[in-house]
């Protein structure tokens, strides 16, 4: 799930933090600056690893904030291909499919009935995806813990190219996440945590499993790639 | 802003984890000084505070099976090394063996998500020894159950326990 990035910047200590070490006052603006933040091409900042390297600090004219060059590690949210995670349902979105969240990332999303087990459908009068298997239907309820596999990613780069169009006040786009993770949950023993791991107190489970494996045969090969 | 490395190294939940419980305990640590020095803590980063909280939050939350927090967590300073070195002789690569430290796999089911072509590469037989090596190491709630039941007696009063004090 996570990696270390390595990155250099210059962080600014205000005058009023030059009583705190300086490592305590570099740290907090590495924190300030990127903890939550998503960088294009490299995942979600969490926090801080360690700092490799800072500079003497140089005073700006006038306003006395001291401007520090450092090289730092960070602590970066961005899961491999084909890493299998444990998150829970969000919603369920009718011809979309399915948001997943992390609690400290929401951006996942599961297209259906795709990146469902074979055959899913969804169910108008509850709101939402079901997994139609031999054995009866099986919902994918919101707030059920889950497993997926994170099959790829999804950047959108935010930054401004240049002032927006006039007209874009009328058909205002949407704004998207910078950081949109596309996951599957077709295998076994991926989707409901609870679909397979309650099976060891009873024989129910069992034949269950059975009735997935031929729909899956087809799916597998193109997702174990990513190890 | 320059970016050297976009992260070719990989970071395990347990070591998250640990950064993450020492930047908080630091926290609380500063506010409680600030406090007796009857100063107000300036720039408290309140980003940094809610995603390392939601982060510890995901990785130990009761609800989900999670090898880090509860009665059967194992401790990944002793865990991790031990695990690379018992499952070294199946020559599985760095992100198999991360994710087996994640997510503590207990069933070939779960095995064959996390390893790649794993029924191919293994025999039965030794399928069953890496779930037994991980179950052994990095211990779990379930006694790991295989199809064929031809297993031992003694293993039936573990699962009972396994059941009972799994229901988290």
């Known amino acids: ?227 | 802003m320059r970016i050297v490395d976009t992260g070719t190294a990989q970071l395990s939940n347990a070591e998250v984890l640990s950064r993450i419980r020492d930047l908080r305990s630091r926290w609380k640590e500063r506010e409680a000084q600030a406090r007796e020095r009857n100063s107000s803590l300036r720039s408290r980063p309140g980003n940094l505070i809610s995603v390392i909280e939601n982060v510890e939050h995901r990785l130990t939350r009761p609800e989900a099976p999670t090898p880090l927090a509860g009665p059967t967590a194992y401790n990944p300073a002793t865990a991790i090394p031990m695990l690379c070195q018992r499952l070294k002789p199946y020559r599985l690569t760095k992100p198999e063996l991360l994710q087996i430290s994640n997510l503590r796999p207990w069933k070939i089911t779960h095995m064959t998500l996390v390893i790649e072509d794993f029924e191919a590469r293994f025999s039965e037989e030794q399928q069953r020894e890496i779930v037994m090596v991980v179950y052994e190491v990095l211990g779990g709630t379930e006694y790991p159950k295989f199809e064929e039941s031809e297993e031992m007696e003694e293993t039936e009063a573990e699962q009972v326990n396994g059941i009972t004090n799994g229901v988290t």
Not at chain 1, 16 to 25: G, H, K, P, R, V
Not at chain 1, 115 to 126: A, H, I, Q, V, Y
């Open chain 1, 1 to 227: 799930m996570f990696t270390v990035a390595v990155i250099e910047d210059l962080i600014e200590i205000k005058p009023e933090d030059f009583d705190l070490l300086s490592i305590q006052a570099l740290e907090d603006g590495i924190h300030a600056k990127y903890a939550d933040r998503v960088i294009q091409g490299v995942g979600l900042c969490i926090c801080l690893w360690d700092l490799l390297e800072a500079s003497e600090g140089r005073i700006g004219n006038g306003t006395g904030i001291a401007h520090v060059n450092t090289r730092f590690r960070m602590v970066v949210f961005r899961p491999f291909k084909g890493e299998v995670i444990q998150g829970q349902i969000r919603r369920n979105v009718k011809g979309v499919g399915l948001q997943l969240s992390l609690d400290f990332f929401d951006d996942i999303w599961v297209p259906c009935p795709i990146g469902l087990p074979k055959p899913s459908s969804f169910d108008e009068s509850e709101g939402v995806w079901m997994w139609n298997s031999q054995n009866g239907d099986a919902a994918y309820d919101e707030s059920e813990q889950v497993r997926f596999r994170v099959e790829r990613e999804v950047w959108n780069n935010q930054t401004l190219s240049g002032p927006p169009p006039r007209s874009s006040s009328t058909q205002r786009e949407e704004r998207r996440a910078p950081y949109i993770i596309i996951a599957s949950m077709t295998e076994d023993g991926l989707g409901p945590i609870r679909w397979w791991d309650e099976e060891a107190e009873g024989e129910e489970g069992e034949e269950e499993v059975e009735g997935v494996e031929a729909a899956d045969g087809i799916e597998v090969e193109g997702q174990s790639n990513g190890f």
